[in-house]
C-alpha cells in the first residue's frame, strides 16, 4: 500500500487504512487521521479493546456504511494495535468507485 493512500484496489479487493479509538462515547467515523503512516479513516466505537470486540464493532459500523456484507471484511494488519489496514473482498474497481464517492458524499 502506498503511503499516501487511504483506499488501495488490490486482486482481491479493496485495502482501507483506520485509525480505531475504543471505547469512545459513541461508534462514529470521524474523517480523516493525517498523522504518521499515511492517511487514514478516524473511527470511533463504543466497544473496549479486549478480545477483539473493537475490532468486530468496527467491522460492524464500516460494513453498515458501507453496504457491504461484514463477512468480505477482514484486518490484515493491525489486530491490536490503533492503526489498521482492512481488506474488503470483492471487486476492486466496484468497491474504490464506490469509497470514492461515499468519501466525497460524507468527508468533503
Known amino acids: ?3 499516501g493512500t487511504l483506499f488501495e484496489a488490490t486482486p482481491r ?8 479509538n475504543p471505547k469512545a ?5 470521524d474523517g480523516l487521521y493525517a498523522g504518521g503512516g499515511g492517511p487514514a479513516l478516524k473511527a470511533r466505537v463504543t466497544a473496549p479493546p479486549e478480545g477483539g470486540k473493537a475490532n468486530a ?16 471484511f477482514s484486518i490484515t494488519v493491525g489486530v ?16 474504490l468507485r ?7 458524499i460524507t468527508h468533503d
Open 1 to 3: 500500500m502506498e503511503k
Open 13 to 20: 479487493g479493496v485495502r482501507v487504512r483506520v485509525r480505531l
Open 25 to 29: 462515547a459513541r461508534n462514529h467515523i
Open 57 to 72: 464493532a468496527l467491522v460492524r459500523m464500516l460494513a453498515r456504511e458501507w453496504g457491504v456484507p461484514k463477512s468480505l
Open 80 to 95: 491490536s494495535d490503533r492503526r489498521k489496514t482492512l481488506l474488503i473482498e470483492g471487486d476492486s474497481k466496484a468497491l
Open 98 to 104: 464506490q469509497l470514492n464517492e461515499w468519501m466525497e
